[in-house]
């Protein structure tokens, strides 16, 4: 860890929503009195009816209920766009850069996506959807799909979205788990310069269909598809039935307004639901704030709609403020391991939001491909969805920032809705690889594990909780509420359980790290896998790392580690040694590898989480039963770490 810390510019701090001042006042007032904050920043969105009891919320487990703006009524799509016209109805609301950079981006503007956005939800509505309907959205990063979802928005149905990658297995299970009325979809969808089927996975995934779930195509490639019968419609030819006039349905603020089934790396995929008031005001607040976003700033989230943090900060927060958000339909390696950057210096970016695995794996490229293109215009970066290791966190200050953007290294999951802790741009003096501070309104808590005592001292170490709750904070799993309360409300009764581990240093600030699954225990000293990984990647010669426990006859758990090396860098024994010899040195001589294995590729979900599941059945050589995989973005890796695995015993 780093004792370094990076203190934002005085010109950002000058210009900042929140000052360090204004945080330590804010937050300070958001505990202390959450009603009378959350009276004032929950009118930052517009009610239909205003509300007037601002919380209610029951913790106790058998019970937990979970409420914010009650008796109030909105419409998010109202929201996010009616609200804007009168004054920005010319601004660019959405900047679509497609695939092929030699494809023409488009600018839409507040207007035009008031028009697609109200004629798609009148098509929804001619194929029978109405308020409380389920529609299913499985479609690339296209317009189409922020339309999808405002339209379902401004009529009242819930929305899932399934992330494009997924399998016809995984999509029909979503279709099922929700009862979908409505599946809507693309043709085929280009990614990286290949095709995914699209339509041919909901064929697939709707063959043994009994209850004529309908499907709505969107015409993106014009490829070849097989159509079922009477139940497939071709959107162009839906909207060209309908006018542009559909007035916003009148929402309850507790009404759902989607459901998002979490990744499969561990167990059965759950349906976290979200409702309409809480979650708008957190998403939009939240990407105000910590991004530090002023009108007329170009933001770009490079996340897939199909993630949460696609539905937050590409589509809710950023329309709910009336901002200019890019949409990015391509990966980060094509048509070269240059094109993030060519991106943000095409639409000249402001704020880049990316994940640290994303940042690695670029890294790994050289710096060439950055320095290539001027990214002046970038102000402030954000990363989200794993531990970022210091190197990682220095590549993205030094190669990508220039050291003039401050790094909001954001912890949150699909159950928050939104940012949870993270550096402000403008109030905190960054440290590698720490969440930093809580949002305002959240109470983390450090309790220790098997007690479940809150710790107060610190420095010190545990699993994080949350002490009350805060406006973007799910519901409840769709149709299981036992389900929810058991896995957020029972282990440490009275608090939510993020399920994460953390620990809070000298000066009080936040590192996560890792999910406390991924603690192994080693000759009786708790290791976060994360810290062994982080060792290991700081080597020059790595360029991704896991970690994982294995059974150990004297240690109780050994460390095993699966090492990808750099490109050009050649395995061998001298090596392992050396890696060896580096994480003693790093960490300790307890966090030494026990083993290490070298890994081509690592088992990661299509949202880049490395399946530990997996990796954690190989090293126990207990490969024979590795659960469900169907969430893996590339299967063969797997196949290849059983063949060369380690622990033979
Ligand atoms: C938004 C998102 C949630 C889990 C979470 C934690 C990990 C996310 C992180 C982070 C360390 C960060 N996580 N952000 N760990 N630092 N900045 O990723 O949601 O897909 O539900 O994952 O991701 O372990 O519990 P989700």
């Known amino acids: 860890m780093s004792d370094k810390t990076y203190p934002p510019s005085s010109e950002l701090v000058a210009n900042a929503h929140v000052d360090a001042a204004k945080y330590e006042e804010m937050y300070a007032a958001s505990i202390k009195d959450p009603e009378g904050f959350w009276n004032e920043h929950g009118k930052r969105v517009d009610w239909i009816k205003p509300f007037t009891k601002v919380k209610n919320v029951n913790y106790d487990f058998g019970n937990v209920s979970i409420k914010w703006f009650e008796d109030g009524s909105l419409n998010v799509a109202a929201n996010c766009i009616d609200r804007h016209l009168a004054t920005r109805g010319d601004q660019t609301a959405i900047i679509w850069e497609p695939d092929d950079p030699t494809d023409e981006a488009q600018h839409i503007t507040y207007n035009e996506l008031h028009e697609n956005v109200c004629k798609m939800a009148n ?52 279709i099922n788990g929700c009862d979908a009325k409505l599946v809507i979809t693309a043709d085929t969808a280009p990614r990286g310069g290949r095709r995914t089927k699209l339509k041919d996975n909901v064929n697939q995934a709707l063959l043994h269909d009994t209850d004529d779930v309908k499907c709505l ?45 979490t990744s499969g790396s561990t167990g059965q995929p759950k349906g976290v639901v979200h409702t309409t008031g809480g979650y708008l005001v957190w998403a939009s607040m939240t990407h105000e704030i910590t991004f530090d976003y002023h009108d007329g700033d170009i933001f770009w989230c490079t996340a897939d709609v199909g993630w949460v943090t696609g539905h937050s900060y590409i589509v809710y927060g950023p329309l709910a403020n009336g901002a200019t958000t890019l949409m990015f339909e391509g990966v980060p390696t094509y048509p070269d391991a240059g094109r993030f950057w060519a991106v943000c210096e095409k639409h000249k970016v402001n704020q880049f939001y990316t994940a640290p695995t994303a940042i690695r794996a670029l890294m790994g490229q050289g710096t060439e491909f950055v320095e290539k293109y001027d990214l002046s215009d970038l102000k402030v970066l954000g990363t989200v969805g794993e531990p970022i290791n210091p190197e990682a966190w220095n590549w993205y200050n030094e190669v990508v920032g220039k050291g003039n953007c401050p790094i909001v290294d954001t912890w949150w999951q699909t159950e928050t809705g939104g940012h949870m802790m993270t550096p402000l741009p403008g109030a905190h003096a960054t440290k590698p690889g720490s969440a930093m501070k809580p949002f305002f309104g959240v109470e983390p808590v450090v309790l220790e594990p098997t007690s479940g005592e809150e710790i107060h001292e610190y420095p010190t170490e545990g699993v994080l909780c949350m002490k009350d709750s805060w406006p973007g904070q ?4 769709w149709g299981d509420h036992e389900r929810f309360q058991k896995t957020y409300f029972s282990d440490y009764k009275g608090y939510y359980f993020a399920g994460d581990g953390c620990r809070r240093d000298e000066d009080g600030d936040y590192w996560i790290t890792g999910r406390v699954d991924d603690v192994i225990n080693v000759s009786g000293h708790r290791m976060g896998t994360a810290e062994v990984e982080s060792a290991l990647v700081a080597h020059s010669k790595v360029a991704e790392a896991a970690v994982v426990g294995y059974p150990h006859d004297i240690k109780g758990q050994g460390i095993y ?20 010899t580096w994480v003693r040195q790093e960490i ?12 081509p590729g690592l088992p990661k979900t299509r949202s880049g989480k490395i399946m530990r599941r997996i990796l954690r059945k190989i090293a126990e050589n207990d490969y024979g039963s590795l659960g469900d995989t169907s969430t893996l973005a590339d299967p063969s890796v797997v196949d290849e770490l059983i063949e060369n695995r380690m622990n033979r015993d």
């Open 123 to 174: 098509v929804f509505k001619n194929l029978g959807i109405g308020k409380g309907d389920r529609v299913v959205i499985y479609l690339p990063m296209i317009p189409e799909a922020a339309y999808a979802m405002l339209a379902c928005a401004r009529i009242g149905a819930i929305h899932s979205i399934v992330f494009a990658g997924f399998s016809p297995d995984a999509l029909g299970a979503r």
């Open 217 to 261: 195509v969107v015409k993106r490639t014009g490829d070849q598809i097989a159509w079922r019968s009477n139940d497939d419609y071709w959107l162009h030819e839906e909207l060209e039935k309908v006018d542009a006039d559909c007035p916003p349905a009148e929402m309850n603020a507790e009404d759902p307004l989607f459901i998002l089934y």
């Open 474 to 477: 799910m519901r409840t799993v």
């Open 561 to 580: 580690c699966y090492v990808t090396l750099m490109s050009g860098e050649e395995p061998s024994d001298d090596l392992r040694k050396e890696l060896r």
């Open 588 to 599: 300790g001589p307890i966090a030494a590898p026990d083993l290490i294995q070298w890994a």
